[in-house]
């Protein structure tokens, strides 16, 4: 890849700070956590024969194993003057178009028959509303990202741009 020295003009600069504006983990809903009990308690079923014990050590064992998948793959949504990160995906707010909020039918819509191949998927099911993210890269091929949030219009609010009449 050649070097060069000459800059790249920037088009909006955001205040360049480091102060968290906006801050969500999507964190699995009380249905989830009932469905990870219910696996777990399979292991009742199983291990039962061999013995009592075994079958509730197995319920627990199970149900650790699946807490700590839960916990882990949790991601968070953040909001600095400079950036926003939407799980592993980070850009700088430079970077960013229009903003909008979705709810019920609309949402659903957005994660379905209106959803672009390209875009970036921050999706978790237990979460109704969404956030579209214009990304204005050139050199990146993604025409959006789409996440989950809990907080939709306080994340178009925080981003600064776009519509949070949550449609629905």
Known sequence: MPESSASVPARHQPPQDDTVVFAEKLWPGVWIWLVAAGLAGAGILVFAPISPAAGFTAAAVLFAIEAALLLLSTPAI??????????????????????????GTEATAERGTRLNGLAYLCIRGWIDPVVRIEINDPSDPTPYWLTSTRRPEELVAALGTGNAAGRS
């Open 78 to 103: 953040s909001v600095t003057g400079r950036t926003l990160q939407v799980g592993r995906a980070s850009i700088e707010r430079g970077l960013i178009g229009h903003v909008e909020a979705f709810r």
